[in-house]
């Protein structure tokens, strides 16, 4: 049924519709309308779940290893110091291989203190061994978010379904909400690869010495490396049961553009818009959306940007000391290219600022203007006068 | 701007010519939007504590029962009651794509009169746009709105006579959104209904009575000068 629902929502009804069987997580701003509807899911007993309330993201990240290892589904939410704060433990899940499921709403870190939208939470966790999933809209949410418990319990690795605060995570919009039926359909339970039991007693996580640890980690990226084909038959399937499909990343009037804007998260969505604009001007204009940054689909990232004149990256995030961390990981896809577009990097949005349809449009008319790209990242918006009197 | 009793505005439907030129007006741009040609966007003042945030989730979800495509979202803050908020909503036939907040509204609803007196609800407000205030009586100035047209619903009377809320604190929201669908002529009574139904789980039927109730009183004063 279409229901006009809030992009937090849509993550609490695909856990409940997922037979989600624990929950752990401790509230942060704006994670915690995900987690408000999900106790209530547990403690109405719309949801046969146990909610484990705990006193840190910390302890949340370790109450779910605890019932992943003991072969039950399991599901916490987070954002942004949240999602720091778990960061040891975020490389344990993927290490012991365990099919968590987590949602990060993408906010910024302080200081400033800033509960707005920024996605360098999450994107400084791409070395975490964990799937990361860039959403759109409520929609993106509520099928990836099914998805991911598919994708997860077929290769063992851990997935975080990312959601641009505020924008998306407290917008209402209609969405599609499947019936259960169809989700069991689609969604089998939990056939786990190891089970922790008290009347087999055996132990895990042990100590491993130099000779194994190598063929441990190699496991893990040949996991990573099958999950391009897996989940493109996961959402086959999905689109089988209803109707829907959104693609590990989408290319949008990308065969015939001069210049395409590669963006994540709700970013994009305004960019569909700005590039309908753009070409009715005349411009050939495209869009490539990113939604999957781990794995990263290098080789996909290649054919859609392949033909282009340029590429304009706008991030909205940013790594001290480099650029943009999704320019950053386009230019390293099209290096070994013999014919490849110039990359102009632009950092935008940060901390919540509004990213506009004019804001894209300006991105757009600099990159074409613009012949050389510069190595480093041009801020866009910037007030100088605020930037002067900070200076150092 | 200070709202009194005295009536220098004719209100719309005891409309002259020049009111019902202007009605005509306003149902050609209702047509743009049910074609798919235009889409509308609607912001919302309140206070923290007034339902504002709820007024725009309730009218998404009953202009949703109507066949639009809509999307509703809270002004990013830190919300603390007593203190101004808004609330925006996007109307379209098409898919909503744009998701940045909105600047340059078609319409906006004032659910506290005072508020005019502290914030600058008119900043952005297209020409002609609508401005729904909760006020009693009818504007004494309404030179703050030359170039828009003006609704006055006495949504605090309307809330106070249903018992909903306290004196201090009544709760208008359900009445504002009422008032507001008899100026777009859209969503039906049956849809706003159903949305209070859906979300409001104390005193839905009161609800249901204050909205009908804005929808039958809200003044219709149209362009002002």
């Keep these: 049924m279409k229901k006009v629902l809030e992009g937090s929502h849509a993550v609490s009804e695909a856990v409940r519709l997922a037979r989600v069987q624990m929950i752990s997580a401790y509230p942060i701003t704006p994670q915690t309308h995900i987690v408000e509807a999900i106790s209530a899911f547990c403690a109405d007993g719309t949801m046969n779940a146990r909610f484990l309330c705990v ?62 939208l920024d996605q360098t939470d999450s994107l ?6 964990w799937i990361q999933f860039y959403c759109e809209d409520g929609q993106e949410v509520l099928d990836t978010t099914l ?99 959104h693609g590990p990343l989408e290319a949008v009037q990308c065969e015939d553009a001069e210049i395409i804007l590669a963006t994540a998260g709700t970013t994009a969505s305004t960019c569909r818009h700005v590039i309908t604009d753009l070409r009715k001007k005349g411009e050939k204009a495209g869009l ?52 490849r577009p110039p990359v102009f990097g632009y950092v935008a949005g940060l901390g919540g600022r509004d990213v506009t349809p004019q804001t894209l449009e300006e991105i757009y008319w600099q990159t074409k203007n613009n012949n050389i790209p510069k190595d480093e990242s041009v801020w866009i918006g910037l007030n100088q006068e605020l930037v002067e009197s900070w200076s150092n | 701007m200070p709202i009194t009793s005295h009536t220098p505005l004719t209100p719309y439907e005891n409309y002259n010519i020049s009111l019902f030129v202007e009605v005509k007006k306003f149902k050609a741009i209702i047509q743009l939007l049910k074609n798919g040609y235009i889409m509308q966007e609607i ?20 202009f949703f029962s109507a066949g639009y495509y809509v999307q509703s979202f809270p002004l990013f803050g830190v919300e603390r009651r007593g203190a101004p908020v808004e609330a925006y909503l996007r109307l379209d036939k098409k898919k909503i794509l744009i998701r940045s907040n909105v600047y340059t509204p078609d319409h906006i609803i004032v659910q506290d009169a005072n508020l005019i007196q502290n914030v600058d609800v008119t900043k952005g407000l297209k020409p002609e746009g609508w401005i729904l205030i909760n006020a009693a009586g009818s504007p004494e100035s309404p030179d703050a709105f030359s ?21 201090t604190q009544p709760i208008i929201n359900t009445a504002m959104i009422g008032a507001f669908a008899r100026i777009m002529g859209e969503p039906s009574m049956e849809m706003i209904a159903g949305a209070i139904k859906e979300d409001i789980s104390i005193q839905p039927e009161k609800n249901i009575r204050a909205s009908e109730e804005a929808y039958a009183s809200v003044n219709l004063y149209g362009k002002v000068d």
């Design chain 1, 288 to 339: 490539l959306k990113l939604k999957m940054f781990r794995p990263y689909p290098t080789d996909q990232i290649r054919r859609h940007l392949g033909q282009a004149q340029k590429v304009a990256v706008i991030d909205r995030n940013f790594s001290f000391g480099a650029s943009g961390i999704f320019a950053q990981e386009i230019k390293s896809a099209l290096c070994n290219k013999d014919v």
């Design chain 2, 147 to 167: 170039g828009f047209r003006l609704a006055l619903v006495d949504a605090t009377h309307i809330a106070l006579e249903n018992n909903l809320g306290t004196r």
């Design chain 1, 55 to 116: 006193e840190s993201e910390h302890s949340a990240m370790a109450a779910v290893i605890g019932a992943a290892s003991s072969g039950v589904r399991a599901f916490t939410a987070t954002s942004s110091h949240g999602l720091a704060y778990m960061h040891e433990l975020l490389h344990w899940a993927s290490g012991a291989r365990l099919p968590i499921v987590m949602a990060d709403v993408n906010r910024a870190l302080g200081p400033g203190w800033n509960i707005w």
């Design chain 1, 147 to 245: 998805q991911a418990f598919r994708l997860a319990e077929s290769v063992n690795l851990p997935v975080m379904v990312l959601l641009d605060a505020f924008f998306l995570s407290h917008t209402y919009e209609p969405v599609e909400v499947p019936d259960q039926e169809q989700v069991d359909q689609f969604l089998p339970p939990l056939s786990p690869r190891i089970q922790l039991d008290t009347a087999n007693p055996f132990a895990i996580y042990q100590m491993v010495a130099p000779s194994a640890y190598m063929e441990m980690r190699y496991n893990i990226q040949l996991a990573m490396e099958l999950v391009t084909s897996r989940f493109s038959e996961i959402e086959d399937e999905f689109e089988t049961i209803f109707g829907r499909k």
């Design chain 2, 43 to 62: 912001r919302f003042h309140g206070r923290g504590g007034q339902g504002t945030v709820v007024a725009s989730i309730l009218l998404a979800k009953a």
């Design chain 1, 124 to 129: 400084s966790q791409r070395d975490t061994g």
